[in-house]
């Protein structure tokens, strides 16, 4: 038996329209050099404004996520490396078109963070994070 296993929620086929200035946005693909471990990830950006808009992955795509203000399930993301910060795990609008963040509360009634690079890289294996 899997120990996670559902059927990922669909992420942006189409690139969404930007939610700050409704310009069509641009499909890019983060450099391979990228250290915050979204190294080749796909991802919206608006060229106009410079808003980035969302991952266009499966990662973090739970059905089960909290839903955003578009109605749809969230992404599961982990913040970016800052020095001595752990790494605060949140949910976003997995679609790009709204402006949800939610950080995910844990049982001690704070948000989970993480600061093991291994079970970081093993979360992202996983598509959890």
Excluded: W
Excluded at 19 to 36: A, M, Q, V
Excluded at 38 to 45: E, L, S
Excluded at 88 to 107: A, E, M, S
């Amino acid at each position: 038996m899997a120990l996670f296993h559902f059927n990922p929620a669909p992420f942006p086929q189409e690139p969404p329209l930007c939610r700050l200035c409704e310009r069509p946005s641009k499909r890019f693909i983060t450099l391979r050099s990228n250290r915050k471990g979204n190294a080749g990830r796909p991802y919206y950006k608006c060229q106009p404004c410079g808003e980035f808009l969302c991952f266009a992955d499966h990662r973090g795509n739970n059905p089960d996520n909290p839903p955003c203000y578009c109605g749809v399930s969230s992404k599961r993301q982990l913040a970016g490396r800052e020095t001595g910060v752990p790494r605060g795990v949140h949910y976003v609008c997995r679609l790009g078109v709204c402006t949800f963040y939610q950080p995910h509360i844990g049982g001690s009634g704070k948000q989970v963070t993480v600061d093991d690079d291994d079970l970081v890289h093993c979360m992202i294996k996983l598509r959890i994070l």
